[in-house]
């Protein structure tokens, strides 16, 4: 069961995502509780700052702790300014505003912040890949979740041209994840192709995500927002699969344009949000 709003016309404002926010979490058992929050980093476009209030307001007096990782995958750790970019609130004015919050980077490649939670066999990777890999894959992810009770994630769904459709449980793979199952699912994204991928919302990457999300030991909630440029048209709430789901149609009727043929040439510009 999913809470959620959406549609291609209108958008939602901050008191609609207050109250679906209200709707989801008031029910949860949250008190006392230590909640870790997964979000993008500055290459994703999301109304950060106004989740980064909200959920402070309406569980931050509940919870025993909330804090948050930015889900860099391989991407380079944002510095403090960055940071404060990204959460719309200076260092000194969370300090005042938001005692005890705390925001981690991410660090893929660094053996002592990651742990082992499971292992993809052989069998089923050539399952889940339909034949594509059939190597053993571990699943590796940051051993900071050991550390909370619940694991909320925010984030974007966006067509992609690696795993179909952002947002949902690739905040978790690669977001926060080890070298062995981000080379795996990138690889696999690769022999795929992205003309076969791109705007695809059940791909053979996704699939093989959801199955390393099962061997998460926390509880996990999903925020998939879906926007169309910076303009929010949809939030929904709810386990990692039916939030995506959602969001992931709504996403396509919003960012992708049918053609009635192949183009040989495309020009495309990078957006300035990306550093390279």
Known sequence: MITGQGATTGTLTAQDVERLLASALEPLPLDGKRVLALIPDGTRTAPIPLLFRLLYEQIG???????????????????????????????????KLYPNVRI??????????????????????RRLTSDLLTEEVSVVLNRLIFEYDQLIICGPVFPHEVVGFSGGAKYLFPGIAGPDIINFTHWLGALVTSMHTIGVKDTPIRRVIHRAAEFVPRPVLCLALVL????????????????????ADLSAQLNIIMKPRAYQRVLAMPAEIYDD
């Open 61 to 95: 007096q509940r919870v025993r702790q909330l804090d948050y990782l930015i889900a860099l995958g391989t991407h380079p750790p944002m510095t403090e300014e960055a940071i404060s970019r990204l959460v719309g609130v200076s260092a000194e004015e969370r300090a």
């Open 228 to 247: 169309k440029g910076s303009d929010l048209h949809g939030l929904y709430i709810g386990s990692y699969t039916e939030a995506f789901d959602a969001a």
């Open 104 to 125: 981690f980077n991410h660090h893929w490649n660094q053996p002592e912040w990651l742990q082992n939670i499971g292992t993809i066999l052989p069998q089923e990777a």
